[in-house]
């Protein structure tokens, strides 16, 4: 479907830049107030409750459902907005285009496991960061508030729970937060900057704040560059959702499978790793990066093709 008539997105890209935002505020406060009113209606509860409610293990599923639909209203409406007011075809605004090649997959899934590495060193790195203890107790006290609510809403008993995690946890987040950080937001300030380069870490930036943690902030931020020099070099959303959902996925996993020992998933939730491994990720990292780049796709002819 194409939308040539439908040009809102064709205005100014820093004031299409501020109602991008204005639209994604929006979207959050209704994703925010849908995912708790339907929450306070299965178990019956008022709003006043539900956060003491949500980190209850017996309401772990609800929570899931809840966070899932939050997520979806959020991500799904300022996206789809991008998408469908740009001109030419909806899908392919959005990133829904081709993947091109299994050797494609195959590179994404080795960045994935290689930004394990990566992600860990720079956790060890921000440790090392000196800063007030004031702020240093904030950092802890937000990380085990964190921790806390994640073992809470992935409490697990069985392969059935594993499933319904990867998919609520892992697959939702991933497709959303794709859809919304490279797909529009990554778009949206590369049509401003006319470059790709700022665009990419900015987005990274604001990807990393989002999830609001300090001793992860290097971690996700070095993830976010990394899926946004894959969308820039393959043109195709699905595989930066691959990569988040194996980041994601094998979290979830490593969490089953240490379900009934406290000690190894405080262990499993603490990313830190040697600082060399993640000098050696970098360097692959950067390897296969330019091997996707090597196969960049002429937008000219993408984008007449998709007219």
């Known amino acids: 479907m194409n939308n040539d008539k439908r040009s809102l997105f064709q205005m100014n ?49 609800i929570a899931l459902v809840a966070n899932a639909i939050a997520a979806i209203i959020s991500f799904l409406i300022p996206s789809w907005a991008v998408g469908f007011f740009a001109k030419g075809n909806i899908a392919h605004n959005m ?41 240093n107790d904030w950092a802890v006290a937000l990380e085990e508030s964190y921790k806390k609510a994640m073992v809470a809403i992935t409490n697990m008993k069985s392969g059935n729970d594993l499933f319904v995690n ?5 697959f939702v987040p991933a497709v959303m937060e ?18 790709a380069i700022p ?16 001793f992860g902030f290097l971690s996700r931020m070095a993830l976010g560059v990394m899926l946004g020099f894959i969308y820039e070099y393959t043109k195709t959303i699905w595989l930066p959702i ?50 996707l780049k090597k196969d960049i796709p002429n937008e000219r002819l993408e984008n007449d093709l998709h007219k």
């Open 199 to 214: 665009a990419i870490i900015l987005t990274a930036i604001i990807f990393s704040a989002f999830h609001f943690s300090f």
């Open 13 to 61: 890209p820093a004031m299409r830049f501020i109602i991008f935002f204005i639209m994604t505020g929006i979207s959050l406060l209704l994703g925010v107030m849908i995912s708790f009113s339907v929450v306070a209606f299965v178990l019956d509860i008022p709003f006043s409750s539900l956060s003491t409610a949500l980190l209850a293990p017996q309401n772990a599923k």
């Open 95 to 135: 990133g829904f285009n081709k993947i091109g090649g299994l050797y494609k997959v195959l590179i994404v899934v080795v960045l994935a496991f290689s930004g394990f590495a990566l992600s860990g060193a720079l956790a060890t790195a921000t440790e090392l960061i000196p800063i007030p203890k004031d702020w």
């Open 178 to 195: 794709e859809l919304y950080f490279r797909g529009a937001l990554q778009k949206t300030i590369k049509d401003w900057f006319g470059n």
């Open 242 to 291: 691959l990569l988040h959902f194996i980041n994601n996925g094998v979290a979830i996993v490593g969490l089953y499978l240490v379900r009934n020992d406290v000690q190894k998933t405080n262990q499993l939730m603490d990313e830190g790793m040697p600082i060399y491994w993640g000098a050696a990720a970098f360097v692959l990292i950067i390897f296969l990066l330019l091997q």
């Open 166 to 170: 990867l998919l609520l946890v892992a």
